[in-house]
């Protein structure tokens, strides 16, 4: 389905090209791109949330865009592959929506891009993270990115048209972010919002229901669950509210008194023309009568960042500079981009499908030392703890969907089998005696699986190959430990969790600290009894997080729901399930 929509989407729209298989974006003068030193603008996410993002390639706004699967991040090579195509000297700019997913896989191909070039000046790339969605700021992840993040595009698509240098745009978009505000609704049932009891069609100010609409303020894009369920009877209490929880989020610049206001309605997938009219009146009605009648209020309403035929809109507000203002206002020659108009209360399509030749990846160098081998019996009992823990992640497939249905997209088990999959093919024909190597493969397979899961393992197996190169002696159980502790480091920085927040870090915390305190017996004769007391370790703290309140990830934006089971975190209990297959295979 992706692909096909991507392939229509370029039959559609002149100037650009898709790269086979990839599902990657560009635009068709990408030479000219290059030889003007023009910086490169990248942005992508999961499919599902059509026009956006492969819809605003073109000059103006992005260089190319990167999809993956619906609603689901693409994965750490698509993205590398991507940054490879269109990185140059100029500079490469990665706008990417608060997500999770995206912020891991985004920032882990970042990272692997960055270890390619010696010179920093050959490879300079900075993501720009947008975090627009006010229902969500008090999440310990951050808010997430949704339809703001499309404003952020416009302002450095045009900048990197006009050619400016590298550090101006990022410095620009940065400050630009934090105006930006973006609150979304949605009904709970596919129905009008103004239609009448007797299905005719009236005023949408003035209509009143026999049965109050229940509508659900600041849901996710993702079909997350939103901050709560409230009910409204006509279309202008609805607008209303939502204009008056962007009037009172606070914004982090300063602006100044002759700002000029940007606002973006936009359509989730399930609303008509008609709807869709009628709540851009009643929001620049509210701007005008209650809003402080802002001196200069510029409108765009249409369908830019969709969630599939979700029936609902959301309203996104910034303020900015006149140079910013300038940049919003650009032409660009994007099909999907709908122009703004300043407003007060009076007032030949070409058909191209192209594909690239897929770039040639430049060759990994492997830094790994001949002399930090494991011996074969030690290599081989290696291959079998791997292989028994992959076995157990995916006969717990369904189990591990099952628990993150309840506050999350439900897919993790799959996910995670995925990636034991991935992992299996690798232990069973690699040399499980060269463990830096061995973890290098494991995290190209974690990039290959897609999903957070995938992204989050990744991290861990690459900082933790990295960390243990660093080791002569790798048969040590101290350098392992040590190397684990490293990598744990590294997941934080990505994942944003820490510590009783509920995520698969509490179960890898336990590990690490077992670790540390028997860490006397790991070279004598007692590894099974101390392995076995890892895993209990592991799987107590596993099943604590079912007492916890979810602070990272999908199920932190429903943490406050007092109607949702409590249920351990998939991923820490998928880890203490691993670690018991671990610990089994060594108590022979």
């Not at 619906?70 to 590398?80: E, G, K, N």
């Not at 940065?174 to 105006?179: A, D, L, P, Y």
Request: hydrophobic share 40%; glycine share 10%.
């Amino acid at each position: 389905m992706v692909d096909g929509s991507l392939e229509g989407l370029c039959l559609l729209t002149p100037r650009i090209q898709l790269i086979a298989d990839k599902r990657i974006v560009v635009r068709e003068d990408l030479d000219a791109v290059r030889k003007r030193g023009l910086v490169s603008v990248l942005s992508g996410g999961g499919s599902g949330h059509e026009p956006a993002h492969a819809g605003f390639v073109g000059r103006g706004m992005l260089t190319a865009a990167v999809c993956g699967d619906v609603f689901a991040s693409p994965s750490v090579d698509q993205i590398l592959l991507v940054l490879r195509l269109i990185g140059h000297k100029g500079g490469t700019i990665v706008i990417v929506k608060n997500y999770t997913g995206d912020r891991l896989n985004f920032g882990l191909a970042i990272e692997r891009y960055r270890a390619e070039f010696s010179d920093p000046e050959e490879t300079k790339v900075e993501m720009i993270l947008v975090e627009d969605d006010i229902a969500t700021t008090t999440a310990s992840a951050g808010p997430r990115g949704i339809c703001g993040t499309l404003l952020v595009h416009k302002l450095v698509g045009a900048m990197a048209e006009e050619g400016r240098s590298f550090q101006r745009i990022c410095h620009a978009a940065k400050s630009f972010r934090n105006s930006i505000r973006t609150i979304g609704v949605s009904l709970n049932r596919s129905s009008l919002f103004s239609r009448t009891e007797t299905g005719k069609v009236s005023d949408a100010s003035t209509i009143k229901h026999s049965q109050p609409l229940e509508v659900e303020i600041g849901l996710g894009i993702h079909n997350e669950p939103g901050a709560g369920l409230e009910l409204f009877k006509s279309m202008k209490e609805v607008v209303a509210l939502m204009m008056e929880y962007l009037e009172e989020a606070h914004c982090e610049t300063d602006l100044e008194h002759n700002d000029h206001t940007f606002m973006m309605i936009n359509n989730l997938g399930g609303l008509s023309v008609l709807e869709m009219q009628i709540v851009c009146r009643e929001a620049v009605l509210w701007m005008y009568e209650k809003g402080g009648r802002p001196r200069d209020l510029y409108i765009t309403c249409g369908a830019f960042m969709t969630s599939l035929k979700m029936p609902g809109f959301s309203i996104t507000v910034a303020n900015c500079s006149v140079g910013v203002a300038t940049c919003l206002m650009a032409p660009t020659e994007c099909a999907s981009w709908i122009p703004f108009r300043q407003v007060n209360t009076t007032s030949t399509m070409q058909h191209n499908l192209s594909e690239f030749e897929r770039p040639k990846s430049s060759e990994a160098v492997d830094h790994s030392s001949t002399s930090r081998k494991l011996t074969k019996e030690q290599g081989e009992a290696l291959r079998k703890a791997v292989s028994g823990a992959c076995q157990a992640i995916i006969d717990n497939e369904q189990y591990l969907n099952k628990l993150d249905a309840v506050s999350g997209d439900g897919d993790c088990g799959t996910t995670l089998k995925n990636l034991a999959q991935n992992i299996s093919k690798v232990v069973s024909h690699s040399d499980c005696g060269d463990p830096h190597r061995l973890f290098r493969l494991f995290a190209e397979a974690a990039s290959t699986s897609g999903g957070t899961g995938g992204a989050l393992y990744g991290v861990l197996f690459s900082s933790f190959a990295t960390a243990l190169a660093r080791f002569e002696d790798v048969s040590q159980s101290s350098s392992w430990i040590a190397a684990f502790g490293v990598a744990l480091k590294t997941f934080v920085k990505y994942s944003r969790a820490g510590r009783g927040q509920k995520s698969m870090l509490d179960a890898l915390e336990a590990i690490r600290e077992s670790a540390l305190e028997n860490i006397v017996h790991w070279n004598g004769k007692d590894l099974g009894e101390v392995l076995d007391q890892l895993a209990i370790r592991c799987e107590i703290a596993a099943q604590g997080t079912k007492d916890m309140v979810a602070e990272v990830g999908r199920s932190s934006y429903s943490a406050k729901r007092k109607d949702l089971p409590k249920v351990p975190d998939a991923g820490a209990i998928a880890v203490s399930l691993w670690m018991r297959e671990i610990a089994a295979s060594f108590e022979s």
